[in-house]
């Protein structure tokens, strides 16, 4: 099914990595910065809600589905720019409705303010605002008329089996339909991908997920006209190594691999990059981590000079250094 929208999708192909192992990659990927024990950067996610704002002020500005993934958190910035999680996609958000009726909810909600008012005197700092300004911001979702989005089965089920019966599928329709009620950023994750043994099968069976859940949302973006305005990227932490190994698997490689962007300005049915014939090196168009999220946070129109400053006064960018790679935009 993804073949069939290839030309409304750019192919990154000269992606290299400085990081190798999952959880470093991972937060590589996500924050364009290494990780460090002294301090936790912030996601794209977060930078672009800390730059533009949310665009629903009743739902998260920005959501996780499938599982937190390392580096796509709030990091030195307020904890209101981390992603809500969501486990199970068609199981909408836990714990969102009470078990008493709204006039008892709203008078317990008083009581707890009323508690809380002292120690707000006492402890008036930024820390204590934003734990506050956390639960100001659950109680306006569970009272809010747009919660619906995150419930699937108000989808017609044409459209849900088009994306798939599992996760990853349903996922991509949730986001779908969070993305339509002004949601700004939201993530879907897939996992299963390292593949040290019985690679074949499991990357046979994976993409029959990805092709028919990515394919399905495209197409569902352009038929609604959301796709123009709307970023779509495929991303992974590192490649898998161009040679099987002895247990039939392929093993970690961060020096060459791709991905794939789509909508949001980009220029469709184009590739930059190129790797040599056997896939171990990337020999045209190389790119670093940095410059792709540089070019993610370009096509957001998110500032790349902007300097923000973390607690203990250090600059950050939203992609390092990074700079875009501009032949990708129409």
């Known amino acids: 099914m993804l073949a069939k929208q290839m030309d409304k999708v750019a192919i990154v192909r000269g992606l290299s990595t400085t990081q190798g192992a999952h959880e470093q990659g991972n937060y590589f990927m996500h924050s364009s910065y290494t990780m460090r024990g002294t301090i936790q950067h912030p996601g794209i996610?977060?930078?672009?809600?800390?730059?533009?704002?949310?665009?629903?002020?009743?739902?998260?500005?920005?959501?996780?589905?499938?599982?937190?993934?390392?580096?796509?958190?709030?990091?030195?910035?307020?904890s209101k720019f981390a992603p809500l999680q969501i486990g199970s996609p068609t199981a909408g958000v836990p714990n969102s409705q009470t078990n008493v009726g709204s006039m008892q909810f709203d008078e317990r909600l008083s009581l707890a303010n009323k508690f809380d008012q002292a120690f707000h005197g006492r402890y008036d700092q930024k820390q204590v605002r934003a734990y506050s300004?956390?639960?100001?911001?659950a109680v306006r979702l569970m009272k809010s008329e747009d919660l619906k989005a995150f419930n699937l089965m108000e989808e017609d089920a044409k459209v849900r089996a088009e994306y798939g019966d599992n996760?990853?599928?349903?996922?991509?329709?949730?986001?779908?339909?969070?993305?339509?009620?002004?949601?700004?950023?939201?993530?879907?994750?897939?996992?299963?991908?390292?593949?040290?043994?019985?690679?074949?099968?499991?990357?046979?069976?994976?993409?029959?997920?990805?092709?028919?859940?990515?394919?399905?949302?495209?197409?569902?973006?352009?038929?609604?006209?959301?796709?123009?305005?709307?970023?779509?990227?495929?991303?992974?932490?590192?490649?898998?190594?161009?040679?099987?190994?002895?247990?039939d698997g392929r093993d970690h490689y961060p020096k060459a691999f791709s991905a794939l962007i789509a909508g949001g300005g980009i220029k469709g049915g184009t590739v930059h990059g190129k790797t040599n014939e056997m896939g171990t090196e990337v020999v045209e168009g190389k790119i670093a981590v940095p410059d792709f999220n540089a070019t993610i946070a370009y096509g957001l129109g998110l500032p790349l000079d902007q300097v923000i400053y973390?607690?203990?006064?250090?600059?950050?960018?939203?992609?390092?250094?990074?700079?875009?790679?501009?032949?990708?935009?129409?």
């Open 45 to 78: 996610g977060a930078w672009l809600l800390r730059m533009e704002g949310r665009t629903n002020r009743t739902l998260p500005g920005s959501v996780c589905i499938g599982g937190g993934s390392v580096g796509g958190g709030s990091g030195f910035m307020e």
């Open 133 to 137: 300004d956390m639960y100001d911001d």
């Open 167 to 247: 996760g990853f599928g349903q996922g991509c329709l949730l986001a779908r339909r969070l993305v339509e009620n002004d949601v700004r950023h939201v993530e879907v994750t897939l996992g299963g991908w390292d593949t040290h043994t019985n690679n074949f099968q499991a990357v046979e069976r994976l993409s029959a997920t990805l092709d028919k859940a990515l394919g399905a949302l495209l197409q569902d973006l352009e038929r609604r006209g959301m796709l123009e305005e709307t970023m779509v990227v495929l991303c992974t932490e590192f490649g898998r190594t161009p040679v099987i190994n002895e247990n």
């Open 310 to 330: 973390s607690p203990s006064k250090r600059p950050f960018t939203v992609a390092d250094k990074g700079q875009p790679i501009m032949s990708l935009f129409s």
